[in-house]
T-cell receptor, first 114, second 113 residues
Framework: KAGVTQTPRYLIKTRGQQVTLSCSPI?????VSWYQQTPGQGLQFLFEYFSETQRNKGNFPGRFSGRQFSNSRSEMNVSTLELGDSALYLCASSLALQGGNEQFFGPGTRLTVL | AQTVTQSQPEMSVQEAETVTLSCTYDTSESDYYLFWYKQPPSRQMILVIR??????QNATENRFSVNFQKAAKSFSLKISDSQLGDAAMYFC??????????FGTGTRLQVFP
């Protein structure tokens, strides 16, 4: 079974631009979560999608948004990029059968904002 | 709000020895889950071990075990017979009935031959 895939793996953007990151979960997984990982702030939860609905949202500004499609694939979008948005963005998927699910992480997309 | 604290930024252990990584958390919930995730250098994060708060018995997975002290809100990870492949960042995480995880700041574990 293929693991969680994220595209692109690396991105370089300039301030003010917008970016879209993609995540394909493991086949059969219905929940997709996104995290931002930085040296200063560590791993921070962005949002979680389940059956195309945002089930949870972290404490990030409205510039960060996401969505999930009917095939469970998910995208996140960051508009008006700032230097502080430079980070590794991780996506994770799970079967979402109940609480405490094992989440399977993708390799991440490394975003650099210049 | 829930918080997770890992007070050891770095730890080191000799191969075949035992090491314990510390984690404390804070929550007012009674039903929750605790996790240890491992992030090897330039590799994907993987689940090491998982504990349901309602279970008193400590979880074990081969060489990995936890010491879950619910009243003290402590959740430490013990790695026995350490191997070179155990070298990684280890993150303690708190979860509820959704997939939202709150992570600690991580502990970098070095394993020396």
């Amino acid at each position: 079974k293929a693991g969680v895939t994220q595209t692109p793996r690396y991105l370089i953007k300039t301030r003010g631009q917008q970016v879209t990151l993609s995540c394909s979960p493991i086949s059969g997984h219905r929940s997709v979560s996104w995290y931002q990982q930085t040296p200063g702030q560590g791993l921070q939860f962005l949002f979680e999608y389940f059956s195309e609905t945002q089930r949870n949202k972290g404490n990030f500004p409205g510039r960060f948004s996401g969505r999930q499609f009917s095939n469970s694939r998910s995208e996140m979008n960051v508009s008006t990029l700032e230097l502080g948005d430079s980070a590794l963005y991780l996506c994770a998927s799970s079967l979402a059968l109940q609480g405490g699910n094992e989440q399977f992480f993708g390799p991440g997309t490394r975003l650099t904002v210049l | 709000a829930q918080t997770v604290t890992q007070s050891q930024p770095e730890m080191s252990v000799q191969e075949a020895e035992t090491v314990t990584l510390s984690c404390t958390y804070d929550t007012s919930e009674s039903d929750y889950y605790l996790f240890w995730y491992k992030q090897p250098p330039s590799r994907q994060m993987i689940l090491v071990i998982r504990q349901e708060a309602y279970k008193q018995q400590n979880a074990t997975e081969n060489r990995f075990s936890v010491n879950f002290q619910k009243a003290a809100k402590s959740f430490s990870l013990k790695i026995s017979d350490s191997q070179l492949g155990d070298a990684a960042m280890y993150f303690c995480a708190y979860g509820d009935n959704t997939d939202k995880l709150i992570f600690g700041t991580g502990t970098r574990l070095q394993v020396f031959p």
